[in-house]
């Protein structure tokens, strides 16, 4: 069974400018959540997606978007990129709601540089 | 919010040695899991443990969730070992909806 797939891989963009990000979860799985991995910061929850619905979101600003289509696959958005965006995303994807009883898989991540 | 705190933030060690890493955290939690995550950034799954003992191969890990702390064990460590290690715990945001909460990590060297 194919893993949890993330495109772009690398992303340049200049400040100002949006990107778009995506994810395809596992085969069967519904629920997609993403998270930003900084230096600095650490790793940190941005939202989670269970039947094209969001579920939780964590502390960013309202820049960060996302969605999740019918297949389940999500996408993320970023308005008015900043410096500080420059980060690795990273995706998971779970059978069900929440990770209520079920192991989260992780992406290999989208590295966005900002300049 | 939980606090998760990982130790040691860093740990240098020689081929075969064996290490211990641990994971405390400041709440009740529904889910545990420990990861490695490789020099290219990927997350790889080790163990899904809110409680117990589970063992794979060269790894295991116990969890004890009315202690509030998790322990990874590496035996006769190798190489291929190195990297950062994350512990990530899943508690109730607001009923149905829940998050991971990872750890700053611990970075291992395995040196030859």
Redo the contacts between chains.
Sequence with gaps: KAGVTQTPRYLIKTRGQQVTLSCSPISGHRSV?W?Q?TPGQ????LF?YFSETQ??K?NFPGRFSGRQFSNSRSEMNVSTLELGDSA?Y?C?SSLG?????Y???????T?LTVT | GIQVEQSPPDLILQEGANSTLRCNFSDSVNNLQWFHQNPWGQLINLFYIPSGTKQNGRLSATTVATERYSLLYISSSQTTDSGVYFCAVEYEVIEGAQKLVFGQGTRLTINP
């Excluded at chain 1, 192991?103 to 991540?109: A, I, S, T, V, W």
Aim: proline share 7%; hydrophobic share 25%; glycine share 22%.
């Design positions: 959540s998270y991995q650490g790793l940190q929850f989670e579920r939780n964590g690795l990273l998971a709601p929440g990770t209520w009883g192991e989260q898989y992780f992406g290999p991540g590295r």
